[in-house]
């Protein structure tokens, strides 16, 4: 009998290596996304003034459809 299970590797081994690299590799694609996320957050109003432009034009904005989808 010649095959891995012969050699004396523990296939299980292998499968919980690829399931936590794989766990590993998620986890780190996901915080690389989230700080990407929170970088443009902060340098897309870098300040209070700014940020509270940017939400009245987004209440401006709800106002606008809400009008039009009244008429």
Do not use: P, W
């Amino acid at each position: 009998m010649t095959g891995v299970a012969a050699q004396g590797y523990d296939l299980q081994h292998f499968v919980s290596e690829d399931d936590m690299m794989h766990k590993k590799l998620v986890s780190l694609l996901l915080s690389t996304l989230m700080m990407l996320a929170m970088g443009s957050a902060v340098s897309g109003c870098s300040t209070i003034e700014g940020a509270g432009k940017d939400i009245e034009k987004a209440g401006e904005a709800i106002r606008d459809a809400a009008r039009n989808a009244s008429d």
